[in-house]
């Protein structure tokens, strides 16, 4: 069991950059691959990106491929996610996840603990 606590959302003007933050309790945190979705008021959750166990393998949905950077610190259990170039449309609720299966996987129904969510606000 992995228990999940996001932080580091706040409010941002379009064009600049927050990092994301998720720690995770327990200490088998290097044996979960890790990812990031998001949820904006209306819609479904997406996913945002996602790396393996060890981090050498990242994957990004194209709306954030080239401005967001995913990573993790096992020494830390902990995952990130820079975000660079915000726009307005990237507010959201960020949930990160944890999945003991597969390789960051894209599919939110693949990941077994969630953290309870950090609000990122941008505005114009």
């Known amino acids: 069991q992995v228990q999940l606590v996001e932080s580091g959302g706040g409010l941002v003007q379009a064009g600049g950059s927050l990092r994301l933050s998720c720690a995770a309790s327990?200490?088998?945190?290097?044996?979960?691959?890790m990812g990031w979705f998001r949820q904006a008021p209306g819609k479904e959750r997406e996913f945002v990106a996602g790396?393996?166990?060890?981090?050498?393998?990242?994957y990004y949905a194209d709306s954030v491929k080239g401005r967001f950077t995913i990573s993790r610190d096992n020494t830390k259990n902990t995952v990130y996610l820079q975000m660079n170039s915000l726009k307005p449309e990237d507010t959201a609720v960020y949930y990160c996840?944890?999945?003991?299966?597969?390789?960051?996987?894209?599919?939110?129904?693949?990941?077994?603990?969630w953290g309870q969510g950090t609000q990122v606000t941008v505005s114009s």
């Open positions: 996840a944890a999945d003991s299966y597969y390789n960051g996987s894209p599919d939110a129904r693949a990941y077994q603990h």
């Open positions: 327990g200490r088998t945190f290097s044996s979960y691959a």
């Open positions: 790396l393996n166990k060890n981090g050498g393998r990242t």
